[in-house]
Antibody
Framework: QVQLLESGGGVVQPGRSLRLSCAASGFTFNNYAMHWVRQAPGKGLEWVGFISYDGSNKYYGDSVKGRFTISRDNSKNTLYLQVTSLRLEDTAVYYC?????????????WGQGTLVTVSS | EVVLTQSPATLSLSPGERATLSCRASQSVRYFLAWYQQKPGQAPRLLIYDSSTRATGIPARFSGSGSGTDFTLTISSLEPEDFAVYYCQQRSNGLTFGGGTKVEIK
């Protein structure tokens, strides 16, 4: 079955960088768009960004535009999120999700998430 | 950006009761709306997409309706495993989520 496994989270100081990974299995990874969605502790969901099946198109939420970069390595079935210039408000669980639906703008399924804590 | 407002914030019901959750959009999203369920410590799960289509494996007690700016998720008879937080999400203009409705045991 489809599995998504995030990794790379941890505690990081404000202003520093981190790279999150999402290992995909159980489906033909290079056929599908992928997303990152985050959830601050005790809060709701926030879409972070999208990458098309081949990496040629990328879109980001306003709060991360210019600081976060999504990429993918289809040869490794892996999705990445490079997060830079981290702020306290970037503290969240970061989920990767497979694009679903005709335009792949719904999310199904989701990984279990990786926690990023920004703290001095 | 389309703002989605979910109500109520919390719904206190007993197993077997009917749950009606609302999601209102700040502008028309046509029928491009989904619902997700999230249990504590777990990732969200897609329940409904395109307003009323159940995702694979979702029980028939879950139904969605609405178009334009007003949408409803109905759980016809609550099972113990349905107590969770529910989020709506639109894909008509950007991608945004509502703030969630917690369905708790009364």
């Amino acid at each position: 079955q489809v599995q998504l496994l995030e990794s790379g989270g941890g505690v990081v100081q404000p202003g520093r960088s981190l790279r999150l990974s999402c290992a995909a299995s159980g489906f033909t990874f290079n056929n599908y768009a992928m997303h990152w969605v985050r959830q601050a502790p005790g809060k709701g969901l926030e879409w972070v960004g999208f990458i098309s099946y081949d990496g040629s198109n990328k879109y980001y939420g306003d709060s991360v535009k210019g600081r976060f970069t999504i990429s993918r390595d289809n040869s490794k079935n892996t999705l990445y999120l490079q997060v830079t210039s981290l702020r306290l408000e970037d503290t969240a669980v970061y989920y990767c999700a497979k694009g679903f639906g005709y335009y792949e703008e719904y999310f199904d399924p989701w990984g279990q998430g990786t926690l990023v804590t920004v703290s001095s | 950006e389309v703002v989605l407002t979910q109500s109520p914030a919390t719904l206190s019901l007993s197993p077997g009761e009917r749950a009606t959750l609302s999601c209102r959009a700040s502008q028309s999203v046509r029928y491009f709306l989904a619902w997700y369920q999230q249990k504590p410590g777990q990732a969200p799960r897609l329940l409904i997409y395109d307003s009323s289509t159940r995702a694979t494996g979702i029980p028939a007690r879950f139904s969605g309706s609405g178009s334009g700016t007003d949408f409803t998720l109905t759980i016809s008879s609550l099972e113990p495993e349905d107590f969770a937080v529910y989020y709506c999400q639109q894909r008509s203009n950007g991608l945004t989520f509502g703030g969630g409705t917690k369905v708790e045991i009364k």
